[in-house]
């Protein structure tokens, strides 16, 4: 008998230690009740958002993850079995699934979509072509309203998230600085991405390199907070605009991050910071979609994968996003 393999969230994390807080367990596969689907997961997306949903503060933008549950996340992968109207057995489809072979969802709880299936390659569902494209997308363009000549700089620049972003600001014609950790990073941002200018934030003092930077910071797509928005503020532009996407060095945090030092920039430079966040647009995935593809197809925009095979190296793949691991798109492949 086939068996369905998922993570349980057993307990909240201590750092970056996830070897006790999720446990992989197994149970016969499930059977969809009325308005539920069964999907095999063809790949999980590893999203650093989801670190949050392990701490136990209730004032995030979802509440706490209860101890006990299987571990939710976005999967890409074929419908096996349906009962709801609008998916049929064979179709790909995306969705809020759970760490595991098989995941039951209800479609209007997990925003998912039957998906297109001329996209030659389906992990783009997960890149140029989803929820971190149209981050990128929204952030670097409505959000941080980039215009041609702008200088935008992005952090974690060489992680999904901010490699899109950095390509969404050349294709606006901005000059690029990218904050990545370590030399590889920098040198693959340049070379492989087309940004105009990395730092290794671990190396490099960023404030000071940053002073360097001609006319100062008109966009700050920022994926991280902490220590780096301090050395980014008294650098931004006059009436420069930070596009808060992220805040990922205190996601391990219990309690509410840490607030920037230096706040009264925002005055003495007047800038705009506007958080952002992906499902209140993901309405408007087909829309970005039909702009974002065509770049895609032109070679404007990539995405680079980093890819682990099997469930159950899972949490090897996941704990890269919050040590620097990664080049790209963390995705755990089961098609095996
Ligand atoms: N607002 C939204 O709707 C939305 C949607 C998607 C993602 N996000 C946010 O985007 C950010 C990136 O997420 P992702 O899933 O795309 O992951 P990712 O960028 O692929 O991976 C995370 C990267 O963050 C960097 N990092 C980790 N801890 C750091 C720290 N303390 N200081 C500086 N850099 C650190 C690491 O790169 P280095 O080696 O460079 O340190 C790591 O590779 C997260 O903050 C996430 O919450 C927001």
């Known amino acids: 008998m086939i068996r369905n393999r998922f993570w349980r969230f057993a307990a909240q994390p201590h750092g970056n230690d996830f070897s006790a807080a999720l446990a992989l367990e197994d149970e016969p596969v499930p059977t969809p009740g009325e308005g539920e689907v069964l999907i095999r997961a063809d790949w999980l997306s590893m999203d650093a958002g989801t670190r949050m949903w392990m701490t136990p503060r209730?004032?995030?933008?979802?509440?706490?993850?209860?101890?006990?549950?299987?571990?939710?996340?976005?999967?890409?992968?074929?419908?096996?079995?349906?009962?709801?109207?609008?998916?049929k057995?064979?179709?790909?489809?995306?969705?809020?699934?759970?760490?595991?072979?098989?995941?039951?969802?209800?479609?209007?709880?997990?925003?998912?979509?039957?998906?297109?299936?001329?996209?030659?390659?389906?992990?783009?569902?997960?890149?140029?072509?989803?929820?971190?494209?149209?981050?990128?997308?929204?952030?670097?363009?409505?959000t941080g309203a980039a215009k041609a000549g702008d200088t935008v700089l992005v952090s974690a620049a060489a992680g999904?998230?901010?490699?899109?972003?950095?390509?969404?600001?050349?294709?606006?014609?901005?000059?690029?600085?990218?904050?990545?950790?370590?030399?590889?990073?920098?040198?693959?941002?340049?070379?492989?991405?087309?940004?105009?200018?990395?730092?290794?934030?671990?190396?490099?003092?960023?404030?000071a390199e940053l002073a360097k930077a001609?006319?100062?910071?008109?966009?700050?797509?920022?994926?991280?907070?902490?220590?780096?928005?301090?050395?980014?503020?008294?650098?931004?532009?006059?009436?420069?605009?930070?596009?808060?996407?992220?805040?990922i060095a205190g996601y391990a945090e219990s309690g509410p991050a840490r607030g920037p030092a230096r706040f009264d920039q925002i005055l003495m430079r007047r800038l705009t910071i506007s958080g952002f966040f992906s499902p209140d647009f993901s309405a408007r995935g087909d829309q970005i979609n039909a702009v974002m593809r065509p770049w895609m197809e032109q070679g404007a925009i990539k995405m680079a994968f980093d890819e682990t095979v099997g469930l159950e190296n899972l949490l090897a793949a996941y704990a890269k996003l919050f040590s620097g691991g990664n080049i790209g798109k963390v995705i755990v492949d089961l098609r095996g």
């Open 89 to 142: 057995t064979g179709d790909l489809v995306r969705g809020f699934g759970q760490w595991a072979d098989y995941s039951l969802v209800r479609p209007e709880l997990s925003d998912l979509r039957v998906l297109d299936e001329t996209v030659t390659d389906p992990r783009q569902h997960f890149g140029v072509l989803g929820m971190n494209g149209w981050t990128a997308y929204v952030g670097v363009l409505e």
């Open 58 to 87: 209730t004032d995030g933008y979802q509440p706490p993850l209860e101890p006990g549950v299987k571990m939710m996340g976005l999967c890409l992968g074929r419908v096996v079995a349906s009962r709801a109207g609008g998916f």
């Open 160 to 207: 999904a998230t901010g490699l899109l972003a950095c390509q969404v600001a050349k294709i606006a014609g901005c000059r690029v600085i990218g904050l990545a950790g370590g030399p590889e990073k920098c040198r693959v941002l340049v070379e492989a991405f087309g940004v105009d200018q990395a730092l290794d934030y671990k190396s490099a003092d960023v404030e």
């Open 214 to 247: 001609a006319g100062g910071v008109n966009v700050y797509f920022d994926n991280v907070g902490g220590p780096l928005l301090d050395a980014v503020l008294p650098n931004m532009a006059h009436y420069g605009r930070i596009a808060l996407c992220g805040l």
